[in-house]
């Protein structure tokens, strides 16, 4: 045999498409199974959910009521951070527990996990025990919990490039998604402006409280004005002025007293240095001492009254002078009190100005807050209301059966696969010589027939019939196999029961007989005594009866006129029938039935169940291994062939039953069969 590379590929493709047509059934209940299953979970198993959405716009920009500047700040959108934040606020806990408690979800199965029923009701609930102790939660974790699964339920997203947001709601309950979704969007619009009317009054609050401080430390500045001013004697500006103008004059006064003095005492301090009468004299600068001479009793007496009265007048002066510093110091320290005092309270002053600058601000701020009580606008509006829907967005019934459709298509293709990958049958000629490396004698087609009487009837009435062309070679094979020395007495086994090797051994000596041959058919099969049940009621003998001498060979056989040869039965044994093989006696029936027919063909157990066979094997010429086309796995057929190769047997050949020729055609294996059967022979 030659092989055909180039056609591996395409033989593999028709041999899975071949699967696939054989186990269309497994694919059709698999994709079955899969619809009604995907029909049943989405109409039993599976709630409808329902989607409800509304939208809210952030306005940019507000026309405020009146022109105060308010105290609560409004919503930036210079990036997408506000955005994000504002859907975040939107999914808080805060205004999630809100809608929490305006729809009192915490008494709705749906959203509170603790009130959902798990335990089946009525009668399965007694094999599952005493129901467990309800445990007391406390009221804050149901709250939370049922904030966690209204969060689950909730989607909040910002259309793109736009200041709208959408808050989709989803609940079993159509009208309960729609009031959701309606609930958290007011709330949320209603939210902002709550945030402004608490930040509002904090401030109006703080404003309040520095006011009230502020006030009452302009009074205390008040007061400690007043008492100072009562506390001094402080002159008015003129006053100060002329007490100014007094002590400039006073220091002028006093300028002249000391250059008066000065010059007295220069006068005094010359006369030390001077001798002449003419110095003396100008000194004084008096014309009775030029005129006097100086050493007369009248120039001394002159200069004596000049000395008098130049001390009288320093002595004067200097009183004068005492006089004056007293009255100046006195003066200064006036002025210098008068001058301090009037800074201090003009700083004092000064402090009450701006206290109460501050005080008559904050307390214009805390009226313009509190005038915004009660006026504040939201940031955002409800764009649109949500609606109750009127069909459930989820599951997508559609969708979820067309998926398990494809699922159950893959599981049943996989299955079919599987099977027959791991079947591992035998599928063709080829691959049986392949394994077995013996030769093929026969390859015998599948005949839909009732018995095996049926099927001999068949052949001996369609003798150009497909399956007596394939029995005719068959035989050829057996007798081509040694021209010389042909085989007389044949073993017909099998790996495992059902492989047809009973109808093949009685087809077979109904072929020879065909050609004139004198032949027997014995029936070794002591167990299930296969040929009894078809030859019932022609018992002359058996089997047992010749090996234990009670009867003759030729007075045992049941002559059959449909196979045209003579059938040796078998009979229940109590004792192994192994033995009976491995007996002398059974050599010895052998040897006379040589003697006495062409052919003799014994029908022995399957090799892989019983030791039979492998005894059998070793009184014939030749051994016949049966193999069922498409059933019998390859691992069986190497089993049944070691056994026979330890048991000696040299003559070996194998034959492929029950073939389809329709399935083998489809498969790539053996086109020509299918032609040779439905061509040659139809006609």
Known sequence: ??????????????????????????????????????????????????????????????????????????????????INSELEVLRSIRLLGKVVDALDLTTDPEFNPHLSNDTPPGVFARFLGPEPEAKTVEPSMVWTDTVSVLRDHIRATNIKETLVFSIRAQSRNPKKAALISNTLAGLYVQDQVEIKLEATQAASAWLSRQVAGMKSELEAADREVSAFRSSIDLVSADGLMALESQLKFMRDRLSRLNSQIAEIEERQNGLTYLTTVDGIADLYDDLDLERSDPDTAAFNARLDLLKRRDQSELERLLQQKSAIGISMASLEEDVE?????????????????????????????????????????????????????????????????????????????????????????????????????QPIFGQIPVLASRSRTDFIRYLRKNPASTVAEAMRNFRTSILLRDTANPPRVIAMTSALPGEGKTSLSMALVQN??????????????????????????????????????????????????????????????????????????????????????????????????????RIVVQHVDATILVVAWNRTTKQQVREAISWLEKSNQTTLGLVLNKINYRKVSQLGYGTNYARYGGGYYSG
Request: with cysteine; net charge negative.
């Open 337 to 437: 009190q008068q001058n301090r005092d009037a800074i201090r309270l003009e700083q004092l002053t000064r402090e009450v100005e701006a206290n109460r600058v501050l005080y008559e601000h904050f307390l214009t701020r805390m009226k313009e807050t509190a005038a915004q009580e009660g006026i504040q606008q939201a940031d955002s509006r409800i764009l649109s209301q949500a609606i109750v829907p009127k069909f459930p967005s989820e599951p997508n019934k559609q969708l979820i059966v067309a998926m398990w459709t494809i699922l159950g298509a893959v599981v049943g293709v996989s299955l079919v696969v599987l099977r027959n990958v791991l079947a591992d049958t035998i599928k063709s000629p080829r691959d049986l010589e392949t394994l077995s490396g």
């Open 1 to 82: 045999m030659i092989p055909d590379d180039q056609g591996d590929s395409a033989q593999g493709l028709k041999t899975v498409l071949h699967w696939l047509r054989e186990g269309k059934w497994i694919v059709a209940v698999a994709v079955a199974v899969s619809v009604v299953a995907s029909v049943y979970i989405v109409t039993k198993v599976l709630e409808p959910v329902y989607y409800s959405t509304s939208k809210v716009k952030i306005e940019a920009s507000q026309q405020p009521v009146i022109s105060f500047e308010s105290v609560a700040a409004g919503l930036s959108l210079s990036d997408s951070l506000a």
């Open 512 to 613: 020879y007989h065909g050609l004139g041959k004198k032949c027997l058919l014995i029936e070794g099969d002591m167990r299930r005594r296969v040929l009894t049940e078809v030859f019932e009621g022609k018992d002359p003998g058996t089997f047992l009866s010749v090996l234990s001498g009670q009867q003759k060979l030729a007075d045992a056989v049941v002559r059959d006129d449909v196979l045209g040869a003579d059938v040796l039965l078998a009979e229940k044994t109590d004792g192994n029938a192994a033995d009976l093989f491995a007996d002398e006696r059974f050599a010895a029936l052998l040897g006379q039935a040589r003697d006495h027919y062409d052919l003799v063909v014994i029908d022995t157990p399957p090799i892989l169940l019983v030791p039979d066979a």
